[in-house]
């Protein structure tokens, strides 16, 4: 289709760009990281979600330039947010299977992390459970190779797909990602049977979970008594451009 073409101009024409999302900590209510989510404003048609161009541009092999410039701007806001002492902690960024399973992937994540000057642990990557349920054995290695320099990773839309505990267990998982539509299903006197297993599970297992979609102040506090660790959600803030973040972040000082 011709948003194929427009895709694979769309970076060079300026049209992409990311906005971050604040992440709380729900117990001490105070912020943790923000995860840096894709933006295209295409010319004529206006903002074109990834939900729609992320698909397209894994079909048309284009997601391997556009994951790149993803992470390279995530690193430069990183560095620039650390030179200038505003309140940032960690940087969460979307990796597509294609892009953590390239043989050049671990390499490009060493380089940037030296060219931006940044301490591993400023980046999160986010993968999501499919990628765990196609090549295991595959993704193992890189997600080591990765771990290796101090990489860590975070479930992605947790509870959509099938991770084996196995895998969850032995992985250099750092955080779950609560789906959205579970956090939504909650309602009182029920809090949602995936909710509460996925909670006591990761408890058992050390690992934190981070709920997503938190939208209103009932959902924050069935899951902050629930022991649901870190939120992220409409309640907090939508994804914000640079000075809103920045803005966020003084606030929550
Ligand atoms: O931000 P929004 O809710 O519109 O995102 C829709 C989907 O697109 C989500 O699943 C999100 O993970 C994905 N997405 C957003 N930005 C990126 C990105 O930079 N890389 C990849 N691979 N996926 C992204
Ligand atoms: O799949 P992933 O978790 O990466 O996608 C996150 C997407 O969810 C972002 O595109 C963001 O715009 C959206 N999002 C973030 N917070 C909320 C929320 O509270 N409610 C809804 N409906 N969507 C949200
Ligand atoms: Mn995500
Ligand atoms: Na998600």
């Known amino acids: 289709v011709a948003l194929a073409g427009d895709l694979e101009k769309a970076r060079e024409r300026g049209e992409l760009f990311l906005v971050f999302q604040p ?30 161009f992320i698909p397209l541009a894994e079909e048309r092999g284009l997601i391997y330039e556009l994951g790149d410039w993803v ?3 995530a690193c430069k806001q990183a560095r620039q947010w650390l030179d200038r002492g505003v309140g940032f902690r960690q940087i969460g960024v ?22 931006y000057k940044l301490d591993p642990g400023y980046l999160e990557l ?19 190779s990765l771990n290796c320099m101090g990489i860590c990773f975070s479930i992605d839309d947790f509870g959509t797909g099938y991770s ?19 956090v939504r299903d909650m309602v009182p006197d ?16 050390n690992i ?12 924050f506090q069935m899951l902050r008594e629930q022991g649901c660790d870190q939120g992220q959600g409409y309640l907090f803030s939508k994804p914000v451009m640079v000075p809103e ?8 000082e």
């Open 23 to 52: 992440q709380i900590n729900l117990i001490e209510d105070c912020l943790v990281g923000c995860e840096a989510l894709l933006r295209w404003h295409h010319p004529e048609r206006g903002m074109v979600s990834p939900g729609q």
């Open 71 to 73: 992470l390279e701007q």
């Open 94 to 115: 979307n990796v597509s299977s294609l892009q953590l399973l390239e043989p050049g992937f671990c390499q490009r994540v060493a380089d940037l992390l030296h060219q």
């Open 126 to 144: 986010e993968i999501t459970e499919t990628v765990l349920m196609q090549d295991i054995s595959l993704a193992e290695r890189a997600m080591r």
């Open 164 to 182: 084996s505990l196995r895998y969850l267990h032995r992985l250099p998982i750092s955080r779950l990602k609560l789906a959205q539509e579970f």
């Open 190 to 205: 029920d809090e949602g049977v995936v909710v509460a297993a996925t909670l006591q599970m990761s408890h058992k297992l």
């Open 208 to 219: 934190p979970v981070i709920a997503e979609g938190i939208e209103n102040l009932t959902h």
């Open 245 to 252: 973040f920045e803005a966020f972040c003084r606030a929550a």
